[in-house]
């Protein structure tokens, strides 16, 4: 068994593209995922039923269909182009997961909050964008980390449909060299290092906010689930 | 619409189903199994075991379970000398991924048993071994439930990534027959109805049996 790494060094140029695209979907799946997450768990925790119920359909259904089958479908059957079918998918699919992240925090938070702000007179709407959601993001940070990891890791499926993401980059560079193990092994570095710029992301703006220290290591940690 | 084809082709997507369910059982069980193993070395008191499993956590936490699939399907071939069997280099990468994220699993679950329950089982004169086996882990256990249903869900749905590297399971069923009939909306909204189905019965049943297992030790079910 001989390893060639200089191989991978002449594919560098396709590795950058494909670290691009990576970057690329994980920067929009993220935006929308939130939004969408925010939107759906907003509607778990309102007063009327059927719109809690709406949104309890919306988490069951998207976080049980694997997220390759929903990136087929806006492929295969809607027609889309393969960047965007797997941003959607994906979006739709971590969607459900931010919108539980969500729900949970602004119970948390709700709880004797929201009372004591009414108590003072703001109204509903201000109770719930000045009071309950700033703090029920900060608590978020911890559980919404694991869920941008999520989204990266996730993201290499969109090779599936098409995308010449990293991971499909991985795939290509085996195929043309049969340097598979090189290929693979630089690859998983390359992921490991954007893990790192996200959590490095994530830990300065806590800093800036000044949540660390209120949290503390408490809850920093959150299950694997992806 | 012509769902018809979905009832023609009803036999070989079953087919797809089954080996998507026996994957499944497989993975869950053996990294559960091995997931012990590895929340053990990690709570070690020999320094390397627990470096060498925290390392291996962290390094499936960072991976995407695609790339470790890809390790083993690059990687087996240099090892046996032959080209491995799809199915083979899916379900092992699937394990040693998954296995990481049990032993999390495991390890919370020793963790959330308080530590008097530890103490009181040891000042009642019960060994090390007794102790675990008789006091800690029957709580573990129930403890664990929860993050073991939602462990097998992400399993089940991961299982439609063996379709990457051409093993016939639910999801690449589904694409031979939207190939083969040239139908993509009934038969990708088939597999997708039933993965929701397999997922939902799993996650209702892992609640009923943690509901039922708390209530006999005497514990609130909300």
């Known amino acids: ?226 | 619409m012509r769902w018809h084809i979905v009832l023609d082709n009803a036999w070989f997507l079953a087919a797809g189903l089954s080996r998507t369910l026996w994957m499944s059982a497989v993975i869950i069980l053996t990294s559960f199994l091995l997931g012990n193993i590895v929340a053990a070395m990690r709570v070690s008191r020999i320094r390397g075991l627990s470096i060498v499993a925290a390392g291996y956590v962290e390094l499936m936490r960072a991976t995407p379970l695609l790339m470790v699939i890809f390790w083993f399907y690059f990687t087996l071939p240099l090892l046996t000398g032959h080209a491995p069997s799809p199915l083979l280099a899916a379900v092992s990468g699937m394990i040693a991924f998954r296995c990481a994220a049990m032993a999390e699993v495991v390890r919370g679950g020793l963790r959330a048993v308080g530590k008097g329950q530890w103490e009181a089982a040891q000042a009642s004169a019960l060994g090390p071994v007794q102790v675990l086996v008789h006091v800690v882990l029957p709580q573990a256990v129930v403890n664990m439930l929860p993050s073991l249903t939602s462990q097998s869900v992400a399993t089940i749905k991961s299982t439609s990534l063996a379709y990457v590297i051409g093993v016939i399971e639910l999801t690449r069923a589904g694409n031979v027959v939207m190939n083969r009939e040239y139908t993509t909306v009934e038969v990708l909204s088939v597999v997708a109805l039933t993965y929701l189905c397999v997922n939902l019965l799993v996650s209702q049943f892992g609640q009923a049996v943690w509901r039922a297992a708390r209530r006999r030790s005497g514990l609130s079910t909300v």
Request: aromatic share 8%.
């Open chain 1, 1 to 226: 068994m001989e390893f060639k790494w200089s191989v991978v060094f002449e594919y560098r140029d396709i590795l950058l593209l494909g670290i691009v695209r990576t970057a690329e979907i994980f920067a929009v799946s993220t935006v929308l995922s939130l939004l969408l997450g925010t939107l759906i768990g907003m509607l778990r925790t309102s007063q009327k039923l059927l719109l809690r119920q709406l949104g309890g359909l919306y988490v069951e259904v998207f976080r049980n269909i694997p997220v390759l089958i929903q990136m087929m479908f806006f492929y295969f059957a809607i027609g889309l182009h393969s960047f965007w079918a797997a941003v959607i998918g994906l979006s739709l699919y971590t969607g459900g997961y931010i919108a539980e992240t969500v729900r949970s925090v602004i119970t948390a938070v709700a709880r004797g909050q929201k009372e004591a702000a009414l108590a003072s007179g703001l109204s509903t709407l201000q109770a719930h964008g000045s009071i309950v959601l700033p703090q029920a993001f900060m608590y978020a940070i911890p559980p919404l980390t694991t869920e941008l990891l999520n989204i990266l890791k996730n993201s290499s499926v969109a090779m599936v449909v098409g995308v010449q993401d990293l991971t499909f980059t991985a795939r290509e560079i085996e195929t043309a060299t049969f340097r598979g193990v090189e290929a693979a092994a630089t690859v998983t570095v390359l992921y490991i290092a954007l893990s790192a710029v996200i959590i490095g992301s994530v830990g300065i703006l806590e800093r800036i906010l000044g949540v660390r220290a209120k949290l503390g290591e408490r809850g920093r940690r959150s299950e694997i689930e992806e």
